[in-house]
């Protein structure tokens, strides 16, 4: 095992660049312990290695300072060689002067690879510094979600000596999984399954980690992973193309125009990376749009694991919409405690929203930009998988300090030329502080939407955050209540708007056919009131929205009350008002008013 070294002026420049940022963070008060100096071509692996001292900490992850890399293996000869590379094509690197098989640890720390076909299972970090070998045989390793275990195959060259084993990530308790065929294993990434190819036949199969739940998913495949959310197998047809399938081998398609094998899907599942039968690696979009990156690659895996956010304190990336905290919202409705200033009860949302986030946080992730997703449900019962995500383009305006002018000035806020939106430094005082995006809503359809951070560095790669503490999900409703007074009646004779009633009486009773219907079922209240004189009035009826689990209150679309209370014969207005739960974060949107006109006397 060895790292390619290369003496020449670029690396000399290199180190003189390392120098120089080994400085600067001393000078903005980051304690690193020790700086070591890239030894690599191109780009220094500045992301894992100049911070190795205080990874452990807590304070930072690696990948977070270096998310989106593909690790492949560079020769099929024997022997081989592990490498990494953008997804662009840029920054080669050579990890591993051998090697087959590589897989990334789903933290990204890590790497697991295999020597030739059945010669060992090794570990080494994710920037190809100590490699240790684990066993003395086995082949195309894949980790366990919780990087506590590791699967591998085994049994040479022959397909009908080939099996699926399983061990610690230390090498330790090692066991057969299954006495069935088995050949490149891939975990799921919850956990509870793991994704084998038979050896000498076209087919797909899963197992559960202990060994239990083994069946056949697919005759027609070969070469298969999980999506990155796993909901999907990604796979090479009997047509050499890349297809995804159901989870049950059926909905079957392709998403790639060239032969190949090997598909990884990134962690946005967007894009799909795969070994061309040509030779080296090919990214295709799930339409078949592709790219080539190399011209010599094999057995490519991309990170897709969830890295946790790395600071102490877990925090969420969104921290509330207007004046409802992150927390107070559940399932898309907000509650929050009668005592707070504005105390709401199962709130949709609506209107123009100011969603906030954790800036601070995201600036020790070393996020520098983002992009905020969204998807609507497909029901309030089905959430939207990986693929419905769209980028939510838009624009706003709001107040920055201008020292120069000693007063908050008006800045217009909106997507960088590339299509991000950048965090401000923290010197800047905006007086909306930590606004991630004022979302529109008015031009979307209600329903529930779920929102999450797309986060990237300067250089625009990757920061993946934790779903956890990366997720809003908010109804939205922007539907005004139907309401009516359809009828007034007098003892059983319909009366007109405007006339003149004679009563026997001041408890002389009328009845009011009314309607107050809210169709997303969102009502808050309704109330029927009977105004007179110097702004006097009296109740007629009222009803409330009294929480159920369901969240759902439409009203009534008919009903007829009955009053007869009457203060004084005078001229009334008969107003019927509606509010529904709806709120932007400040307060409620939608009221509406319905009124008729009646003389009372008594005769």
Avoid at 421 to 426: G, K, L, N, R, S
């Amino acid at each position: 095992m060895k790292r390619t070294t290369i003496f020449n002026f670029g690396l000399a420049i290199q180190a003189f660049l390392g120098t120089l940022f080994a400085l600067s963070i001393v000078f903005w008060g980051i304690a690193i312990a020790q700086t070591i100096i890239p030894v690599t071509p191109v780009l220094p692996v500045s992301s894992a290695s100049s911070v190795s001292s205080v990874i452990g900490s807590g304070l930072f992850s690696p990948i977070s300072l270096e998310r989106n890399r593909i690790v492949y293996q560079e020769y099929e000869a024997e022997g081989g060689g592990i490498w990494s590379i953008k997804p662009d094509g840029t920054d080669p690197r050579e990890l591993a002067d051998h090697g087959w098989f590589p897989s990334f640890s789903p933290g990204g720390r890590k790497i697991a690879f295999s020597d030739w076909y059945d010669d060992g299972i090794w570990v080494m970090n994710a920037d190809g510094s100590n490699p240790r070998k684990l066993t003395n045989f086995g082949t195309a390793p894949t980790w366990s979600p919780d990087e506590s275990q590791i699967a591998f195959a085994t049994g040479g060259r022959y397909c009908t000596n080939q099996r699926l084993w399983i061990m610690n990530a230390d090498g330790t308790g090692l066991q057969k999984l299954s006495d069935k065929p088995g050949h490149k294993p891939h975990w799921s990434p919850n956990g509870s399954k793991i994704l084998y190819n038979h050896p000498c036949r076209s087919e797909v199969w899963v197992i559960d980690p202990d060994g239990s739940n083994e069946k056949c998913i697919s005759t027609r495949a070969m070469h298969a992973s999980w999506s990155s959310n796993g909901d999907k197998i990604i796979y090479t047809s009997t047509d050499w193309r890349i297809w995804i399938m159901d989870l049950n081998g059926l909905n079957c398609r392709p998403v790639s125009q060239s032969k190949g094998l090997h598909g990884r899907m990134n962690g946005d599942g967007d894009r799909i990376v795969f070994e061309s039968v040509d030779g080296g690696l090919i990214i295709t979009t799930l339409s078949g749009v592709e790219n080539r990156i190399t011209t010599w690659g094999y057995a490519p895996d991309w990170l897709i694991g969830k890295v946790e956010l790395p600071y102490p304190e877990k925090k969420p990336v969104f921290t509330g919409v207007g004046l409802i905290p992150w927390s107070e919202i559940a399932d898309g409705y907000a509650t929050t405690d009668p005592a707070y200033r504005f105390s709401v009860v199962d709130a949709p949302f609506g209107g123009i929203l100011d969603i906030f986030g954790n800036f601070d946080h995201l600036r020790t992730a070393q996020v520098a930009k983002y992009k905020v997703l969204y998807a609507k449900w497909t029901n309030e019962s089905t959430p939207p998988s990986t693929s419905d995500f769209q980028e939510l383009s838009q624009a706003w305006s709001n107040y920055k300090w201008d020292p120069l002018k000693g007063k908050y000035v008006l800045y217009p806020v909106g997507l960088d030329n590339r299509g991000y939106y950048i965090i401000p430094p923290e010197t800047e005082d905006w007086y909306l502080d930590d606004l991630l995006i004022q979302w529109d809503t008015r031009s979307f359809a209600d329903g529930k939407y779920t929102l999450k951070l797309k986060a990237c560095q300067a250089s625009e790669g990757n920061v993946e955050l934790d779903s956890k503490f990366n997720t809003l999900v908010l109804m939205i409703d922007n539907t005004q209540p139907d309401i009516a007074i359809s009828n007034i009646y007098h003892n059983g004779a319909e009366v007109d708007s405007c006339s003149i009633v004679e009563m026997s009486s001041l408890s002389d009773p009328l009845s009011f056919k009314i309607k107050a219907w809210d169709n997303e079922l969102h009502l808050r209240q309704y109330s029927l009131t009977a105004h007179y004189g110097d702004n006097s009035s009296v109740q007629i009826f009222q009803e409330k929205y009294v929480p159920v689990a369901s969240n759902k209150w439409g009203g009534v679309g008919s009903r007829t009350v009955s009053f007869d209370k009457w203060p004084i014969s005078c001229a009334y207005q008969i107003r019927l008002s509606a509010t529904t739960r709806t709120i932007d974060g400040y307060k409620y949107l939608h009221r509406k008013e319905y009124s008729k006109h009646l003389t009372l006397t008594v005769r």
